[in-house]
């Protein structure tokens, strides 16, 4: 004869006589079901019952095995001296074999095949199971429609799960709840597993979702019949229930009000450059400057910092600060070339006090620093009284498009020259 695993049973017996019967009985059990008879038993016991009519023994069910019930002696209410049982032609033993339930776990891998095994984490209100933490690039997550190469693409960067049956019988049969943090719970069946791990697909709309997730077994069975349930209220979770959450991987943008917009990612020395972090805040952020990395944290989602070096700056990474594990992003395509502000020097940029004679000339030299183009706008004032700090503008002139270093201003009035405005190929002073 043969059960399931903790499935109970009764071996019908033929007695004779005024019961109830006192009966002995062997129990030889082997722990491997495929040991010959004649071998050593693991375990023998004499057991003694108390049988009424109809006359029944109980046989175990609790451990998978071979058992053998050996009949040895009975007695009734008449005959109270136990009697053995050898007549000719009787049948006095039994063999029972128990077959272990078809015990499942489900396991998460990533794409690798590596087992993907987080901590505690936020969803999980059952403290024996896996948790899981996947970070989701945007363009990982799953399309709205149901475009099947869309599907696949987002598919392609989910973790595996999958069911691992202990040694049994296949093909297997299995029941998986699928319970969202918020929302209807659904079920997927998984039939006919040929083998002893098998992957379960998760339906669309579930797959590649940001959200929180908790997957368990709620029943398996193999091919002789015999099930397994996984009872949560029992605390019964050697299904191996996985937590698992979907988060979005941080994105940042350029502040459309900020030089970091610009198009040519060419910003000045004094610039702010401003991001807009969106996702799950805080974030951790990775950045160079001139080849110098560094790293802050940001609880806004306006990320800021000062140019005030010219050089090279690049955002590199940003990552959620609070994921079970890391979950970033990485950028190639904010860096910046900081360029220093063009500076131009009248004379040799001292105070240079000159008289000048009537008929005479003056050649005010000017120096520029920075990349040509250059423009720049040069005044000329009246000569400042004591009483007077700021002298009127007594004549404005504005270069443009000079290509050269240098130039001079030739003059013969009398005034304070000086330089109000400077622009070259990439920044200008004051600025706009």
Same mark, same amino acid.
């Given at each position: 004869?043969?059960?399931?695993?903790?499935?109970?049973?009764?071996?019908?017996?033929?007695?004779?006589?005024?019961?109830?019967?006192?009966?002995?009985?062997?129990?030889?059990?082997? @722990?491997?079901?495929?040991?010959?008879?004649?071998?050593?038993?693991?375990?023998?016991?004499? #057991?003694?019952?108390?049988?009424?009519?109809?006359?029944?023994?109980?046989?175990?069910?609790?451990?998978?095995?071979?058992?053998?019930?050996?009949?040895?002696?009975?007695?009734?209410?008449?005959?109270? #001296?136990?009697?053995?049982?050898?007549?000719?032609?009787?049948?006095?033993?039994?063999?029972?074999?128990?077959?272990?339930?078809?015990?499942?776990?489900?396991? @998460?891998?990533?794409?690798?095949?590596?087992?993907?095994?987080?901590?505690?984490?936020?969803?999980?209100?059952?403290?024996?199971?896996?948790?899981?933490?996947?970070?989701?690039?945007?363009?990982?997550?799953?399309?709205?429609?149901?475009?099947?190469?869309?599907?696949? #693409?987002?598919?392609?960067?989910?973790?595996?799960?999958?069911?691992?049956?202990?040694?049994?019988?296949?093909?297997?049969?299995?029941?998986?709840?699928?319970?969202?943090?918020?929302?209807?719970?659904?079920?997927?069946?998984?039939?006919?597993?040929?083998?002893?791990?098998?992957?379960?697909?998760?339906?669309?709309?579930?797959?590649?979702?940001?959200?929180?997730?908790?997957?368990?077994?709620?029943?398996?069975?193999?091919?002789?019949?015999?099930? *397994?349930?996984?009872?949560?209220?029992?605390?019964?979770?050697?299904?191996?229930?996985?937590?698992?959450?979907?988060?979005?991987?941080?994105?940042?943008?350029?502040?459309?009000?900020?030089?970091?917009?610009?198009?040519?990612?060419?910003?000045?020395?004094?610039?702010?450059?401003?991001?807009?972090?969106?996702?799950?805040?805080?974030?951790?952020?990775?950045?160079?400057?001139?080849? @110098?990395?560094?790293?802050?944290?940001?609880?806004?989602?306006?990320?800021?910092?000062?140019?005030?070096?010219?050089?090279?700056?690049?955002?590199?990474?940003?990552? *959620?600060?609070?994921? @079970?594990?890391?979950?970033?992003?990485?950028?190639?395509?904010?860096?910046?070339?900081?360029?220093?502000?063009?500076?131009?020097?009248?004379? #040799?940029?001292?105070?240079?006090?000159?008289?000048?004679?009537?008929?005479?000339?003056?050649?005010?030299?000017?120096?520029?620093?920075?990349?040509?183009?250059?423009?720049?706008?040069?005044?000329?004032?009246?000569?400042?009284?004591?009483?007077?700090?700021?002298?009127?503008?007594?004549?404005?002139?504005?270069?443009?498009?000079?290509?050269?270093?240098?130039?001079?201003?030739?003059?013969?009035?009398?005034?304070?020259?000086?330089?109000?405005?400077?622009?070259? *190929?990439?920044?200008?002073?004051?600025?706009?």
């Amino acid at each position: 004869a043969a059960s399931a695993e903790t499935v109970a049973g009764l071996l019908p017996l033929g007695l004779s006589g005024a019961g109830p019967w006192r009966v002995e009985y062997f129990v030889d059990y082997w @722990a491997d079901d495929t040991a010959q008879s004649d071998s050593v038993p693991d375990r023998s016991t004499l #057991r003694s019952a108390l049988v009424l009519d109809p006359a029944v023994l109980p046989i175990e069910g609790r451990a998978p095995g071979r058992y053998h019930y050996r009949l040895s002696t009975v007695s009734d209410e008449r005959y109270t #001296r136990p009697q053995p049982i050898a007549k000719p032609g009787d049948v006095v033993a039994v063999e029972h074999t128990v077959t272990r339930s078809p015990a499942a776990v489900l396991r @998460a891998y990533s794409k690798d095949g590596k087992p993907l095994v987080g901590n505690g984490g936020l969803f999980n209100r059952r403290s024996r199971s896996q948790s899981v933490t996947h970070c989701l690039a945007p363009g990982q997550l799953a399309p709205t429609s149901g475009e099947s190469a869309a599907w696949a #693409r987002a598919r392609d960067h989910l973790p595996e799960f999958r069911i691992e049956f202990s040694p049994g019988h296949p093909p297997f049969d299995a029941w998986v709840e699928v319970l969202p943090a918020s929302g209807k719970t659904e079920v997927v069946e998984v039939l006919a597993i040929p083998g002893h791990s098998h992957p379960v697909v998760l339906p669309d709309h579930v797959a590649s979702r940001i959200g929180r997730y908790h997957l368990r077994l709620l029943r398996t069975r193999d091919a002789l019949g015999c099930e *397994h349930r996984y009872d949560s209220s029992a605390g019964d979770l050697v299904g191996g229930g996985i937590d698992i959450e979907y988060i979005e991987a941080p994105t940042v943008r350029p502040a459309s009000s900020s030089p970091a917009s610009r198009p040519d990612r060419s910003v000045c020395v004094g610039d702010i450059l401003a991001f807009d972090l969106r996702g799950l805040g805080p974030w951790s952020i990775d950045y160079l400057y001139n080849n @110098a990395r560094r790293s802050t944290t940001a609880t806004k989602r306006l990320f800021r910092r000062i140019a005030d070096v010219p050089g090279n700056f690049t955002l590199s990474r940003v990552c *959620h600060r609070n994921a @079970a594990n890391d979950c970033c992003s990485e950028f190639d395509d904010l860096s910046y070339a900081v360029n220093d502000i063009p500076r131009i020097r009248v004379g #040799r940029g001292v105070d240079v006090h000159q008289d000048i004679l009537e008929g005479d000339l003056v050649h005010i030299p000017l120096y520029l620093t920075g990349r040509p183009p250059f423009t720049f706008t040069w005044q000329r004032r009246a000569l400042a009284s004591e009483s007077n700090a700021k002298s009127k503008v007594l004549e404005s002139h504005t270069v443009k498009d000079l290509d050269a270093y240098e130039y001079t201003i030739t003059t013969s009035s009398e005034g304070t020259f000086e330089v109000t405005f400077v622009q070259d *190929h990439y920044c200008q002073y004051p600025k706009a």
